[in-house]
């Protein structure tokens, strides 16, 4: 998936100046961080990696990231707003119509901005209490939407008046309605093979979501388009297969919604960047960044293989990054699952991206391939964070396919890159040419390689940073 740069304007400057809006948490990103930068150094204004602002920033700004909504008009019924994002199971339930409650109630909403501040109010109180305990490491989860009526409140109906009044349960004693979920899509963030990701508020808890959404074939034309059907039948399958997971290094998919025009999927906003973006702006990371990279990928990694996925699509663009150094693996269109995800010939379709793809998807033969492939694109990525560019630089597509089916060659190291005698087996051990000889992502991860200095933490400030602590304390 490609991310879109922050193409919007900066907010106007008030007396007493403020210093310029970070980008890594907190500051514009260091050499503890990075290596020496190729580009100068950049600042909120030009643009840099961090293509996804944080929930903050978006509520300061709804305007520019919301602009064809009435973001004061009330339109969202005063019970939403209430779900707690550490309580996904629990969303509001809806209120019950009964008649002439229902005028009242038509007299009582809130409008977005109100949803979205009263939400940012809610996690300001819940990170407090998080950090008066150091030890304590508060993971935010969005609400899930899955067996929710899933509504988008467009520009049309804020215009219009929209009734958000629930359908009321018959007098039989049948089950209340599902819960209602209004959602409402601001600005495109990122576009890739399978669709486009626009920024979005889940306007009945206030959370910021993310939806990627592909159009629903209509005409005869659309319909008789192969691409365009395969599309959105890899999405429908991209939801079912990833709606249960749930892991700190995987996106999480929230929800799923199939309209007359548009198939969506509802997904833990990231704000921040891709690793690509980031090593595209700045060049090749600092090694120690690369080994917490490296080793929350392969946590990731373990995961989805421990449900029976393979990704088939890893590289540093699909890997998400928050400004707190947290990685997520994302972008799952082509994703497969399976029932013996370690049987050799599992899979024969050549799937992924070439410069990332092992050697097997592309000559699979009789054999087909597993979930080494993966490791084979870990190593790939490890590359990338090396070396500050996509594997195989210098060569073309069809190139590096002949390269892979005839002389099964893996990615060459760049030049001005020098690997220490551990790096260098862990490179060797992603791109062995037996699948059979690469390690699983558990082996991987206790690699030498990623051991990182004793004391060594990931700064909200952007880079490395010594902290104090006992030997008996954990990385």
Partial sequence: MTLIPNKFPPPPKHPPP??????????????????????????????????????????????????DHDLDKPVI?????????????????????NG????????????????????????????????SSAANVFRKRSTKLWDSRVEEVTPGQITSGMPSIPDSPSASGTPAPKPIFKWVRGELIGKGNFGRV????????????AVKQVEIPRTASDKNDTRQVTVVEALKLESETLKDLDHTNIVQYLGFEETPNFLSIFLEYVPGGSVGSCLRKYGRFEETVTKYFTEQILLGLEYLHSKGILHRDLKADNILVEKTGVCKISD???????????????????????????????????????????????????LEMWAGERPW??????????????????????SGVTLS????????????????????????????YLNRPPGWAFSDFGGSQEVTRDDSDDE
């Fill in 77 to 97: 019924e005063a019970s939403s707003g209430g779900t707690s994002p550490t309580a996904p199971e629990s969303p509001p339930a809806p209120i019950p119509y």
């Fill in 393 to 414: 630089r210098k060569e073309e597509a069809m190139a590096v396919i002949v390269k892979l089916y005839s002389s099964k060659q893996a990615p060459p190291i760049p």
């Fill in 198 to 209: 626009y920024l979005a508020l889940n306007a009945t808890t206030g959370e910021m979501i």
């Fill in 421 to 448: 005698p551990q790096a260098d087996d862990f490179r060797r051990k992603c791109f062995a040419m037996d699948p059979n000889e690469r390690p699983t992502a558990a082996e991987l991860r206790k690699h030498r």
């Fill in 332 to 382: 799952f269109g082509i994703s497969k699952r399976t029932d013996d995800i370690d049987k050799q010939n599992v899979l024969t379709a050549m799937q992924g991206t070439v410069f990332w793809m092992a050697p097997e998807v592309v000559n699979t033969g009789k054999r087909g391939y597993n979930s080494k492939v993966d490791i084979w694109s870990v190593g790939c990525v490890v």
């Fill in 18 to 67: 403020s210093p310029p809006l970070p980008h890594w948490g907190g500051r514009t990103p260091t050499r503890q961080l990075l290596k020496e930068p190729s580009k100068p150094e950049a600042t909120f204004q030009d643009s840099s990696w961090a293509s996804r602002p944080n929930p903050e920033e978006v509520l300061n700004r709804l305007e520019d990231f919301f602009p």
């Fill in 100 to 131: 002439k409650a229902a005028d009242k109630r038509s007299r009582h909403k809130k409008s977005i901005r109100v949803v979205a501040e009263e939400h940012n109010l809610r996690q300001d109180r819940t990170s407090r209490m998080q950090s």
